[in-house]
Each structure stands twice: as structure tokens, then as C-alpha cells.
């Protein structure tokens, strides 16, 4: 199995070791330095059927799909801002995450996919978080999050509010949805927009403690 060593404290990176034959899936920019035996090109997540989606998502249409054929090669991946990585282990489930919080996913049978949200309030007035990326397969997934993680694990019925710029990724079982914030004056007053994103468990949800605009745009 690929392995990997995260440094850094404000902006980490990571060091990726990659299994001889095992590709790594990887953001668009990531790369920071590489051995010479590593070779990477551009391919399309999901083949030529979601690259409407994910034009629509700000994504890009292609990731970077990194191999090598030695053992003890390694690649440097970082990204666009200050932050923090995590793991998600596939083992617990598929992925969902918002713009920009992808880096890298490696392992068996690994699919990138771009999702639309199916909630009613979510499709409306999502905007940028209506397009999420879906990661599935057997294997690991590293995640970026703007500053720091909360890591929460929802009980099945358990509800929590956040605004959509805090929200990284969550767990595919998950129910999400956009909800008014309430009050006009809440709206105008309290700086965090007309609506604010519902999480509805089982299932984990990683918050970055910064808020990450849309407009920054992902990999």
C-alpha cells in the first residue's frame, strides 16, 4: 500500500511513497517536487460522461494520476492555502467533499466522481455546494482543511447547522441540505448569509475551522 508522512504545522504537505503499479489519484496543482522514476499525466475522473458536472463543480475536468514501476520513489503534495490534512479511511465509506478539500486518494478500484445534491433546499440555493466530489473504493483518501479540523461523528437523527465555507467533507450516508437562516435581520446583521447548510446523521462530518470562499476554487 502507498504510504505517506504529513509535515508542516501552518500549511502541512504531505511525502507520498507510492506502491510500484498503485496509482494516486491527486488534486490539479498539488505537486511540489518529485524523485525521477515518478511519472504523472492528466486523466479524466468518471470518463468522458461527468465532465459537464464537473466544469459545473469548479473541480476541473481532469486530476492528476500519478504512477511509478520502482520502489522508494516519492512525491511532495501540498496545497493553495494554510491549513491542515487528514485521512479518511474508505473502509468506513465513500467521501463527499466540497470544493478545494480533495488532495489525494489511493488503493483498489478507487472512483471520482461529481454528485449533485438531491435535496430540494440544497439544489435551489446551494450555489457552489450543490456539486459535490464523491470518493469511493478500498483505500485512503487525504483531505485539506482551511486551518484547523473538528472531526464529529452525528448519531442517526442527530441535526448540525454550519455555514457552508466551514464544511470540508462528510460521509456519504450523510443527509445534506440548505436552511434559511430565519430572520431578516439575521440575514443582513450576522455575516453568515441567508442560508446555512443541514447535516443530518449517522455518519462523520469535518469542519475547517475557515472559512473557505467559493470563489478560491478547488483542484
Known sequence: MTRYTVHGQIAQYAR???EPGQAIWASKGAIMSYTSDVRWNLRMPGGAGGVAKRLLSGEGVSLLYIETDRPGQSIMLGVKEPGHLMEWDLADGPVMTTRGSFVAAWGDDIGIDVTIAKRAGAMLFGGAGLFLQRISGSGKV???GSGDFQDTRLEPGQELFTSTGNLAAFAADVDY?????GSVGKFFFSGEGLFLTKLTGPGRVLLQSLK????KGGS
Do not use: D, E, F, K
Request: aromatic share 0%.
Open 16 to 18: 507520498m511513497t507510492p
Open 212 to 215: 473557505r470562499t467559493h470563489s
Open 142 to 144: 487525504l483531505l485539506h
Open 177 to 181: 441540505n440548505i436552511q434559511a437562516v
